[in-house]
Nanobody, 123 residues
Framework: QVQLQESGPGLVKPSQTLSLTCTVS??????????WSWIRQSPRKGLEWMGA???????YYNPSLKSRTSISRDTSKNQFTLQLSSVTPEDTVEYYC???????????????WGQGTQVTVSS
């Protein structure tokens, strides 16, 4: 059974770049047909899909975040990474990584999810 685990700093200063890593076990990020997403959740907006990297390495982004978001992968470590630039206090939310068979993932009822990590943007 695939398992995903988010890691990264819990505190980031405004205007800096947030970087989170998702470590995958029990399955390869290059397995045919799967997409590896970053999603965030806030009380105000609910679940917001940020973007994904597919099994072939192609990336897909939410248009509303595309200018600030970059997703990459390290196949040797079976990890994929989120970078979110120019963060503001509004980026203070819970961040999740997940696997699914669709590019966009907006419900926890589908796919496999990590446990999530809280990030706070504050000086």
């Amino acid at each position: 059974q695939v398992q995903l685990q988010e890691s990264g700093p819990g505190l980031v200063k405004p205007s800096q770049t947030l970087s989170l890593t998702c470590t995958v076990s029990g399955g390869s990020i290059t397995t045919n047909g799967y997409y590896w997403s970053w999603i965030r959740q806030s009380p105000r907006k609910g679940l917001e899909w940020m973007g994904a990297i597919g099994y072939r390495g192609f990336t897909y982004y939410n248009p509303s975040l595309k200018s600030r978001t970059s997703i990459s992968r390290d196949t040797s470590k079976n990890q994929f990474t989120l970078q979110l630039s120019s963060v503001t206090p509004e980026d203070t939310v819970e961040y999740y990584c997940a696997r699914s068979q669709t590019v966009r993932l907006t419900t926890k009822d589908l796919g496999s999810w990590g446990q999530g990590t809280q990030v706070t943007v504050s000086s």
